[in-house]
């Protein structure tokens, strides 16, 4: 990861990641571990479209499978006693909606590459609210 990269990151951690996770936590009424996988997520070259790309890609869809999930005493308290951590990485060099995520022992994996199909949000959503609600 080059600086520019670097410098990206920095300045996305400390603003709308920080908005992310304030808004899981009042989506899931309790802080959850996210374990996000800077390095994974940094492609050299294309850090003009992180800005845009990692809410679209990894933090809106999963916001908005969990306050689908959660619109409800029952699904809040399903998420609230079963999700304990989520991984957001791209390690696979997935860019399917229907294969980004992974839900087992309590932790949700999300892998995707980073700056592909990033306008398919309703489509991950939709994947992981399937996910989620199918092994709850």
């Given at each position: 990861?080059?600086?520019?990269?670097?410098?990206?990151?920095?300045?996305?951690?400390?603003?709308?990641?920080?908005?992310?996770?304030?808004?899981?936590?009042?989506?899931?009424?309790?802080?959850?571990?996210?374990?996000?996988?800077?390095?994974?997520?940094?492609?050299?070259?294309?850090?003009?479209?992180?800005?845009?790309?990692?809410?679209?890609?990894?933090?809106?869809?999963?916001?908005?499978?969990?306050?689908?999930?959660?619109?409800?005493?029952?699904?809040?308290?399903?998420?609230?006693?079963?999700?304990?951590?989520?991984?957001?990485?791209?390690?696979?060099?997935i860019s399917s909606p229907s294969s980004w995520s992974s839900f087992e022992n309590g932790i949700?994996?999300?892998?995707?590459?980073?700056?592909?199909?990033?306008?398919?949000?309703?489509?991950?959503?939709?994947?992981?609210?399937?996910?989620?609600?199918?092994?709850?």
């Amino acid at each position: 990861m080059g600086l520019a990269e670097r410098r990206i990151v920095k300045a996305f951690q400390e603003s709308a990641y920080e908005n992310f996770l304030t808004a899981m936590k009042k989506v899931i009424g309790k802080d959850v571990e996210i374990d996000v996988a800077w390095d994974t997520l940094a492609e050299d070259g294309m850090s003009h479209l992180y800005e845009e790309a990692w809410p679209q890609v990894y933090f809106e869809p999963l916001i908005k499978a969990l306050e689908s999930i959660c619109s409800d005493d029952m699904g809040k308290e399903a998420i609230s006693e079963s999700l304990e951590k989520v991984i957001i990485k791209n390690e696979e060099g997935i860019s399917s909606p229907s294969s980004w995520s992974s839900f087992e022992n309590g932790i949700l994996n999300l892998d995707h590459k980073p700056t592909t199909n990033i306008h398919y949000i309703d489509d991950r959503a939709k994947a992981v609210q399937t996910l989620l609600e199918n092994s709850l």
